[in-house]
């Protein structure tokens, strides 16, 4: 594991208890504990949705720390494979609650735009990844 994907995957993992207390908090709304918010079903839906991507794509993250390490892609590539995974994490799931911010929402308010920047950042990621896992590295004969 080199260097860059040891520092990465720290700040990765110093992220997850913000995904724990989003869990917690989600748990209190389902079951009633935070009748006070009077959230729709819609609401509801995107809080899960937001929650269950943010953690998928978290674990998803680590694992292409030690993807990219593999791969045959210029530096900036790197990078790029490297970073899109966990800033989309953050802007898929910022983009689900955000989209359900207001009162008796039953449909996304216009912050669902963050949530396709996420994908965006996604589709980059791996893109640029398999990309570089397939390519074959030139020999120096």
Not at 102 to 126: D, H, K, M, Q, S
């Amino acid at each position: 594991m080199t260097t860059e994907a040891k520092k990465i995957s720290g700040y990765i993992l110093l992220s997850v208890p913000t995904i724990v207390y989003g869990g917690y908090f989600l748990l209190t709304v389902l079951s009633g504990q935070q009748a006070q918010l009077d959230l729709t079903e819609f609401q509801k839906s995107m809080f899960r949705a937001g929650h269950a991507h943010a953690g998928v794509l978290v674990i998803f993250s680590l694992l292409v720390q030690f993807l990219a390490d593999q791969a045959t892609l210029s530096t900036v590539w790197k990078w790029i494979a490297r970073l899109s995974f966990p800033v989309s994490a953050i802007a898929i799931s910022m983009g689900f609650f955000a989209a359900a911010i207001g009162r008796r929402l039953t449909e996304p308010n216009e912050l669902i735009f963050i949530l396709y920047i996420g994908v965006a950042l996604l589709t980059l990621g791996t893109v640029s990844l398999g990309f570089g896992l397939i390519r074959q590295r030139k020999r120096t004969d």
